[in-house]
């Protein structure tokens, strides 16, 4: 069977990867990706359906840390029209209000028992933060307390982020907040209780780009081909199947053999442990795996509709549901984002079902738009089960049940996938658990990256993601250390300027 042999072996070309074949094609470095994939994108990948309604996995915003990033953006997407640039819009759908995100800051809109009961709180969590200013939080619930009292916990943020993360906020560590989110001023809440006023938190600026064509993914499919196609290998046949860490060797589904001297995995860290073998300390690192870490998987349903979508809506951009009225716990107005989000006005589609499915459907001929699309995210843990036979119908209903379609609404197209590996959860165990794993693969030259890779959720994003790849390069090529996998307070706190110099191997 096949061998091969390259300095740098990356697998997998999600942001990660793609960040690390980046940096090492501009080093002239000799190295090979590999991704069992078909494409580029990974979890930032896009579907089509076969309406011709796109859907990201899940809501894809990017913020950006890093100037190095935005060139690399820039570079494969560089023309105005690649882009449309929206204001970002967003509520929170509580006690039948829409209110303004950050909740906190906005409970002016809600019924008055609930602002009482909020304003207990963030008073009695201000006298607490003023009397033990030492005090560290330990789980996330403490934080949430600590910043924002009982009240505002109770009401949104115990159960929106249960929603979210699968699992409750006393199983949640605080440390991946990092120094940066400051409590709200009960202060400033009460003045806009009492003029009943919003604070609409996003400020006059705060907008973001996505791309006009193809989602997020045709971002990651514009960076991969700024990469040479003699470094990149998709498809199944590429996966990665076993490692001989101390052979420096990867097996793949197609019987080839990789040899490396070095090794960047975005893979999830947990399968990458389960298939390397030769290694010292494995089973204490499977066990730190086991009892340390945590995450939750996301499905994404889509919903294509007919017609135009619900006034109330309008400029929303994405919405969050904390309440036990429908299942997910966010919805993305997609065809906000860009037209081709969905199919163009004159394209036919038959009607698959009314939004309010106790409705028959009157019209069964093929017939033409406008359209509009609605994204939803739902988690799913041991904790928190989905019913995957009706979640499908569950999210249509809990659409018309919050507001966000119409009964008599027409689906002509519907999206569902389940990613197994959605959230890397801040469970408690985390950190111990990755202070044990990562140097034992460090030390055998693996270095495991990413999202899942390196299981922080605090730099998990795409810029993130993307930059832990450029890192790794780096460090894997010239050992230079990595800000992004080991200093996320300063990442996610400082300007964003950073360029990298060419250097040459
Ligand atoms: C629901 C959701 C919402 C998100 N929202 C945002 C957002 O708003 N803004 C933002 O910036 N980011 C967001 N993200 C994060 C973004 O998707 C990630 O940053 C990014 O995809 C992680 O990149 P990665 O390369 O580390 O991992 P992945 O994207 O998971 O890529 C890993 C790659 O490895 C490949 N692979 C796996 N196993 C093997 C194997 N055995 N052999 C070979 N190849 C293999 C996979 O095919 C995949 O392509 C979100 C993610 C999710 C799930």
Redesign the pocket.
């Not at 990256?449 to 890779?453: D, Q, T």
């Not at 998990?460 to 993307?466: K, R």
């Given at each position: 069977m096949a061998s091969t042999s390259v300095d740098l072996l990356i697998?997998?070309?999600?942001?990660?990867?793609?960040?690390a074949a980046k940096r090492a094609q501009e080093q002239k470095a000799n190295f090979v990706l590999?991704?069992?994939?078909a494409e580029?994108?990974?979890?930032?990948?896009t579907a089509k359906t076969d309406q011709g309604f796109l859907f990201?996995?899940?809501?894809?915003?990017?913020?950006s840390h890093y100037a190095y990033f935005d060139d690399v953006i820039h570079e494969a997407l560089p023309n105005e029209s690649d882009w449309f640039t929206h204001e970002r819009v967003s509520y929170v759908k509580s006690r039948g209000k829409w209110v303004p995100y950050p909740y906190q800051n906005n409970i002016s809109v809600i019924p008055i028992e609930d602002q009482s009961k909020a304003i207990d709180g963030l008073i009695d969590a201000a006298v607490t933060r003023a009397q033990t200013p030492h005090i560290k939080p330990k789980t996330f619930d403490e934080w949430i307390v600590r910043q924002m009292g009982e009240g505002i916990a109770d009401i949104f943020m115990r159960p929106y982020n249960y929603k979210v993360w699968a699992v409750p906020t006393t199983h949640m560590q605080c440390n991946w907040l990092g120094e940066r989110v400051a409590a709200p001023n009960p202060k400033l809440v009460i003045q806009n209780v009492l003029h009943k006023r919003t604070a609409g938190n996003w400020g006059p600026n705060a907008t973001f780009k996505f791309p006009a064509r193809d989602g997020?993914g045709g971002i990651w499919k514009a960076v991969a081909k700024t990469v040479s196609p003699n470094y990149l290998r998709f498809g199944e046949e590429?996966?990665?199947?076993s490692i001989d860490a101390k052979g420096k060797t990867v097996s793949?589904k197609s019987g080839e053999t990789i040899k490396y001297k070095k090794f960047i995995s975005?893979?999830?860290i947990d399968?990458t442990l389960s298939?390397t073998k030769n290694v010292d300390g494995i089973d204490g690192a499977k066990k730190a795996a086991n009892d340390g870490l945590v995450y939750s998987s996301?499905h994404?349903v889509g919903v294509g509709y007919r017609g135009v979508p619900p006034p109330d809506i309008k400029g929303m951009c994405w919405l969050y549901f904390p309440e036990n009225d429908c299942p997910f716990y966010r919805c993305t107005v997609f065809s906000l984002y860009s037209p081709y989000n969905v199919p163009g006005e004159s394209h036919k589609t038959k009607t698959i079902q009314m939004s309010d499915n106790s409705k028959p459907v009157t019209d069964k001929s093929e017939r033409p738009g406008p359209y509009w699309s609605l994204m939803f995210?739902i988690s799913e843990s041991h904790m928190k089960p989905v019913n995957h036979d009706t979640i499908i119908q569950d999210t249509i209903k809990g659409a018309v049940a919050t507001g966000m379609s119409r009964g008599d609404d027409e689906v002509v197209s519907i999206y569902h996938e389940r990613?197994d590996?959605?959230?890397p959860t801040p469970s408690l165990g985390r950190d111990d658990a990755l202070k044990q794993i990562l140097p034992v693969l460090d030390h055998h030259d693996i270095l495991s990256?990413?999202?899942?890779?390196s299981w922080k959720y605090e730099v998990?994003?795409?810029?993130?993601?993307?930059m832990?790849?450029v890192e790794a390069a780096d460090y894997a090529l010239y050992g230079v250390p990595e800000m992004t996998l080991n200093y996320p307070d300063i990442i996610n706190g400082k300007p964003n300027k950073e360029r990298r110099l060419n250097r040459e191997m």
């Open positions: 697998a997998g070309a999600g942001p990660t990867g793609l960040g590999v991704d069992k994939a580029a994108g990974g979890l930032a990948s990201d996995v899940g809501g894809h915003v990017i913020f997020t590429n996966g990665i199947i793949l975005t893979m999830p399968y298939i996301t994404v995210e990613f590996h959605g959230y990256r990413g999202r899942f890779g998990g994003n795409q810029d993130h993601s993307f832990l790849g």
